[in-house]
């Protein structure tokens, strides 16, 4: 949808290998996680004042979830496409960590805050569709 929506590459040059190697990993890998993880912040992040929790959760959140999913996928992509996963992350990683921590620690706080449980992973994979994956 990115490529289309986003990039507006037109179906004619539409890579549906891209398109495949995002739902493979979106579905075995970053879905189930999620979650977990969200299940986790939400049983085990808990403080006395909401605010806080809240501010806890997401640190939390991009501090060790963001980073370990960042490097998961780009390595995960990298081996998809048949390049070396350590020039992969060597290459992009900080720049795409430091992209993440501009928008995602605002829409987690919203996420955290404002929509149940059950509809977060939901709310991060719309939010993504919009935002064009690193290369």
């Known amino acids: 949808m990115a490529q289309q929506a986003v990039e507006r590459v037109g ?6 290998g891209r398109t495949g190697r995002m739902a493979l990993y979106g579905g075995a890998v970053f879905g189930p996680a999620a979650t977990i993880w969200y299940k986790f912040l939400q049983n085990k992040v808990v403080l006395r004042n909401k605010n806080m929790e809240i501010v806890a959760r997401v640190l939390t ?23 070396d996963p350590k020039k992969k992350l060597e290459s992009t990683y900080a ?16 996420n955290f805050k404002l929509v149940p449980l059950e509809y977060r992973v ?3 994979n719309i939010v993504s569709l919009g935002r064009p994956a690193v290369s």
């Open 11 to 16: 179906f004619e040059k539409h890579n549906l």
């Open 95 to 110: 720049t795409a960590l430091t992209k993440n921590w501009f928008l995602w620690p605002w829409v987690q706080a919203i």
């Open 122 to 124: 939901l709310v991060v």
């Open 61 to 83: 959140d991009q501090c060790v979830f963001a980073s370990t999913n960042l490097f998961v996928f780009l390595s995960s992509m990298a081996i998809m496409e048949g390049s």
